[in-house]
């Protein structure tokens, strides 16, 4: 089972960045998906989670600006980060978890916010 994430880059402040979490060698519906993110110096935190019938989850400063959404069909999960902001610079990583399975971590994206 291997985590795809995809996505990250640099960005003005204010702007918008989607990421991407795709699996292969399982099926990603059954999994709840985590958005996390670790900037340097600090701990990783949870951004945004979304279970397998598609409830979402969001830490408060992700509130309102990011979306997590899930394409089940393509084994993908999507963060869209929109009015980004400079305190959002981290690396991004995604993980699966599922009771009857090891959780899965992806490789993390880069995602730089400039002013």
């Known amino acids: 089972v291997q985590l795809q994430a995809s996505g990250g880059g640099v960005v003005q402040a204010g702007g918008s960045l989607r990421l991407s979490c795709a699996a292969s060698g399982t099926i990603l519906s059954v999994y709840e998906v985590g958005w996390y993110r670790q900037a340097p110096g600090k701990q990783r935190e949870l951004v945004a989670s979304?279970?397998?019938?598609?409830?979402?989850k969001y830490e408060d400063s992700a509130k309102g600006r990011f979306t997590i959404s899930r394409d089940n069909a393509r084994d993908t999960v999507y963060l869209q980060m929109n009015g980004l902001k400079v305190e959002d610079t981290a690396v991004y990583f995604c993980k699966a978890a599922w009771a009857y399975s090891d959780d899965y971590w992806g490789q993390g994206t880069q995602v730089t916010v400039s002013s």
């Open positions: 979304i279970t397998s019938d598609g409830r979402t």
